[in-house]
């Protein structure tokens, strides 16, 4: 089945203590994003990667990292979280540019709480 | 970048069509319109997209207006299961789904 898996689903950390929110794709994907989801503010992307070893910023990147090393993975990084980064988070891939052609293909999300 | 505005809510019937109106007036000639919704506790998933002609699928209908302005997602017959936030989009080309409020579709048994 053509999915988009996240781990954690659900996390619960204090201020300052790294964290990596895992993605992975089973599509062959290029592209990859991450979003987060506020309330009233609807998604916002906040790095994507159009294939291995190629990233770049969205539109809210400060406080977070991400990596490509393999096309199927796509992990978040939040090297030392702030209350602020508390969200739920989206991540998505998809064969080509969604402007164009493609679908996005979204994870079921990491809801994650920094006190 | 280009706009979309939704209503903010909509109410359905059971089993009646459902016509969800997305106005999109600074559309450029390339931008493709998508469609995705999110059904509660869910990520977003893909309905529909279009760019001129008006396009069905296995889930729904794209209406798409002859100037480009404007579109309408038809659900033919809503069901409980259609129940979910319902977003317009025009996807920039860094791949950014840029997801506004979207409409929430309530469906009434």
């Given amino acids: ?115 | 970048d280009a706009k979309t505005t939704q209503p903010n809510s909509m109410e359905s019937n059971e089993e009646e069509p459902v016509h969800l109106p997305c106005n999109h007036s600074t559309i450029s000639g390339t931008d493709y319109i998508h469609w995705y919704r999110q059904l509660p506790s869910q990520g977003p998933e893909y309905v529909i997209h279009g760019l001129t002609s008006n396009v069905n699928n296995r889930m729904a209908s794209l209406a798409i207006a002859e100037d480009r302005k404007s579109s309408t997602l038809i659900l033919h017959r809503a069901t409980l299961r259609d129940a979910a936030v319902y977003y317009c989009i025009l996807p920039l080309n860094n791949n950014d789904m840029r997801f506004g409020a979207g409409t929430r579709l309530t469906v009434k048994p």
């Fill in chain 1, 1 to 115: 089945e053509a999915q988009v898996t996240q781990n954690p689903r659900y996390l619960i950390t204090v201020t300052g203590k790294k964290l990596t929110v895992t993605c992975s794709q089973n599509m062959n994907h290029e592209y990859m994003s991450w979003y987060r989801q506020d309330p009233g503010l609807g998604l916002r992307q906040i790095y994507y990667s159009m294939n291995v070893e190629v990233t770049d910023k969205g539109d809210v990147p400060e406080g977070y990292k991400v990596s490509r090393k393999e096309k199927r993975n796509f992990p978040l990084i939040l090297e030392s979280p702030s209350p602020n980064q508390t969200s739920l988070y989206f991540c998505a891939s998809s064969s080509r540019l969604a402007g164009a052609r493609e679908t996005q293909y979204f994870g079921p999300g990491t809801r994650l709480l920094v006190l």
